[in-house]
């Protein structure tokens, strides 16, 4: 597998929740490796946003959370804000790679 | 503070050679692995490489292997991705990255560096 797999773009209101899905396979999510989140504004390096799968680093808002089950995981962001908007991507680990694995990203537009 | 700051990008021709270096700072740089990851313009991330803390161990993707060496100088904190045989879609931001050497997340990264291979 040379991705898992994102939506390529997402859009909401401000206010409304989206959700950006992150589907992986039986040699990656399914084989129970962590799922991370990485926010990455224009122009920026990426920052990391959730860990571990559900778990936000000091100083992330708690609008931001994660869940994961089976071979998928997701990405829930309540309560859009214009700042949210960026490119988001997901992390395991692959074992048939035996290396890291991102998603292919997912432009998030707040209308 | 953890700092990583990476020099050396440049315009090269297809089939030049470049070192790019990663100075770190604000924590203990042999007690770490470190990361290169790149994204082409436009593009998605893509993991290029990983070296254990001590150099013993390196990784490195498909798409550059045999022609991207890593290694690091843990007395002077800094990391190095020498690259060879470049190729146009070599072209992308590379990115300094503290990181696992196996499973785990990706917590600090440098600004990133612009390799531009055009003739």
């Known amino acids: 597998q040379s991705a898992l797999t994102q939506p390529p773009s997402v859009s909401g209101a401000p206010g409304q929740r989206v959700i950006i899905s992150c589907t992986g396979s039986?040699?990656?999510?399914?084989?129970?490796?962590?799922v991370h989140w990485y926010q990455q504004l224009p122009g920026t390096a990426p920052k990391l946003l959730i860990y571990?799968?559900?778990n936000r680093p000091s100083g992330v808002p708690d609008r931001f959370s994660g869940s994961k089950s089976g071979t998928s995981a997701s990405l829930a962001i309540t309560g859009l804000q214009a700042e949210d908007e960026a490119d988001y991507y997901c992390?395991?680990?692959?074992?048939?790679?035996?290396?890291?694995?991102f998603g292919g990203g997912t432009k998030l537009t707040v209308l | 503070e953890v700092q990583l700051v990476e020099s050396g990008g440049e315009l090269v021709q297809p089939g030049g050679s470049l070192r790019l270096s990663c100075s770190a700072s604000?924590?203990?740089?042999?007690?770490?692995?470190m990361h290169w990851v790149r994204q082409a313009p436009g593009k998605g991330l893509e993991h290029v490489s990983v070296?254990?803390?001590?150099?013993?161990?390196?990784y490195y993707a498909d798409s550059v292997k045999g022609r991207f060496t890593v290694s690091r100088d843990n007395s002077k904190s800094t990391l190095y991705l020498q690259m060879s045989s470049l190729k146009p879609e070599d072209t992308a931001i590379y990115f300094c990255?503290?990181?696992?050497?196996?499973?785990?997340?990706?917590?600090?990264w440098g600004q990133g560096t612009l390799v531009t291979v055009s003739s």
């Open positions: 604000g924590f203990t740089f042999s007690s770490h692995a």
């Open positions: 571990g799968n559900i």
């Open positions: 039986s040699s990656n999510i399914g084989a129970g490796y962590d």
């Open positions: 992390q395991s680990y692959d074992s048939s790679l035996s290396g890291p694995l």
């Open positions: 070296i254990s803390n001590n150099g013993d161990r390196t």
């Open positions: 990255v503290k990181g696992p050497l196996g499973p785990g997340f990706f917590g600090n």
